[in-house]
């Protein structure tokens, strides 16, 4: 599943320190702008604690959690989309990643450079989705020229015509192409784009460890939020630093620090899990044996494709799925008394996966 969430941001608000806490991948941080310029990719454990309650029930040898991508792209600046610091390469790495992780800073440290001299997390985000929108609006305008001459001789031109054109106001007044409303075939014109504000968003404050047991108390974060809010989208506020410290202790004195701090758990948790749904994407297991592992699919794959996550032949000689719900698992605690309880079902090419299927596929090749 080579899905990717973008880690973007100004200079300097903790987007490399977030994804060093998430990965613990090392990646290089340094107290000016454009510390970080070619993006670092990371892969990350999705934490799922269904994986536990499964092994416990079905003991396999291993138990194995699904994974996804995050990619640390350097800070964009005023005056990106015009080339601005290291703008136009920025914008072409944040193109290429399916959802973007916005990390705005929430805390107050006069030892930490701030582009704009002040901390101002809404003022930030929007500098960036001005960036974003401007860089957007500049390929849509390319594209109209194009589109205009092909449009008087091709139905296919005129109806992408019709979606440029319904883009472009909404582009130059700032907004995000996210925040359109647009039928299935719109979706599909603006999809072949790749515009930068029709990726979905979360919002992440990088607040300071005092406000970590309830970020919804910290006066950065809620205006962070209220912002996220009326645009549709979801706001979580992250100690980064904090988290990367986290990262590197073990269990137990993990445990005793999040006690310390108010907290239950970590809250790269939360954003990782926030992160997957961003992507559409979803879990389904396989129990027993010599492992009982997580794997990703995207939200409304069938029996077969999801078959096809595992080995190209189980999609290929496809036959069916026998299926069961961890909740059902959970309730009667064994495969057998899910089986007695008429839980078990037998499923075929047209059925749609759902987050928590238990799966066996039947194939043959």
Do not use: C
């Amino acid at each position: 599943m080579a899905l990717t969430a973008g880690i973007v941001g100004l200079p300097n608000v903790g987007k490399s320190t977030l994804f060093n806490a998430i990965t613990k991948a090392g990646a290089e941080m340094a107290n000016y702008p454009f510390a970080t310029i070619d993006p670092n990719v990371g892969m990350v454990e999705v934490p799922d604690q269904r994986l536990e309650r499964i092994q416990a029930l079905i003991p396999a040898k291993k138990v194995v959690p699904t994974t996804f991508e995050f990619t640390d792209i350097a800070g964009i600046v005023k005056g990106a989309s015009k080339g601005e610091g290291l703008g136009n390469k920025f914008l072409e790495n944040i193109r290429q990643v399916d959802a973007i992780v916005h990390v705005v800073r929430a805390f107050d440290d006069d030892n930490i450079t701030h582009v704009a001299d002040q901390v101002d997390p809404v003022a930030d985000i929007e500098t960036i989705n001005l960036e974003l929108s401007l860089a957007d609006l500049d390929a849509v305008d390319k594209r109209l020229a194009k589109v205009t001459r092909a449009a008087k001789g091709s139905a296919e031109a005129k109806a992408e015509l019709a979606v440029l054109e319904k883009l472009k106001p909404a582009l130059e007044a700032g907004g995000a192409v996210r925040d359109l409303t647009l039928d299935a075939d719109e979706q599909q014109v603006v999809k072949g784009l790749f515009l930068l504000t029709s990726k979905p968003v979360l919002y992440v404050a990088n607040i300071s460890e005092d406000s970590m047991a309830d970020p919804t108390q910290d006066h950065y974060f809620q205006a962070v939020q209220t912002y996220a809010e009326k645009h549709g989208a979801q706001a979580i506020g992250i100690a980064a630093e904090s988290e990367e410290e986290i990262a590197e202790l073990d269990e137990a004195d993990k445990q005793e620090f999040l006690q310390a701090a108010g907290v239950k758990e970590p809250g790269l948790d939360k954003l990782i899990r926030a992160a997957y749904r961003l992507l559409n994407l979803e879990t389904f297991f396989t129990a027993g044996g010599k492992e009982t592992k997580a794997w990703t699919f995207l939200r409304g794959t069938k029996a077969p494709q999801a078959a096809g996550i595992i080995h190209s032949d189980f999609e290929r000689g496809f036959i069916r799925a026998e299926v069961m719900s961890f909740a059902d698992l959970d309730q009667y605690e064994s495969e057998a008394a899910v089986k007695e309880a008429g839980k078990l079902r037998v499923e075929g090419k047209d059925y749609t996966m759902q987050d928590g299927d238990i799966v066996n596929f039947r194939f043959n090749v």
